[in-house]
């Protein structure tokens, strides 16, 4: 059974930093493109950042998050991580990871001090 599982949110001071995880089962990262997308409260969910599958690898960010996260892939371990640096109060919201049609239960980050 298809299932991808996020984890590694949680609450962090502005300047912070959160690695998040998406761990698959059922469906092989490696060869498909895999997205990490947001959604704050009251507004639409948002594509944060994307990695294609292993024979490019090529990355894309949102403006708004370019040049403090990071996507990357552990083929060996089929996972995608989102490293978040530099972390704001407006980078709050629940954090989704997405290949094709699936979706995981998505994990909370929040930004406060």
């Known amino acids: 059974q298809e299932k991808l599982v996020e984890s590694g949110g949680g609450l962090v001071q502005p300047g912070g930093s959160l690695r998040l995880s998406c761990a698959a089962s059922g469906i092989f990262l490696s060869i498909k493109t895999v997205n990490w997308y947001r959604q704050a409260p009251a507004k639409e969910r948002e594509l944060v950042a994307s990695i294609t599958d292993i024979n490019d690898a090529i990355t894309n960010y949102a403006d708004s998050v370019k040049g403090r996260f990071t996507i990357s892939r552990d083929n060996a371990r089929n996972t995608v991580y989102l490293q978040m640096n530099t972390l704001k109060p407006e980078d709050t919201a629940v954090y989704y990871c997405?290949?094709?049609?699936?979706w995981g239960q998505g994990t909370q980050v929040t930004v406060s001090s």
């Open positions: 997405n290949v094709c049609k699936y």
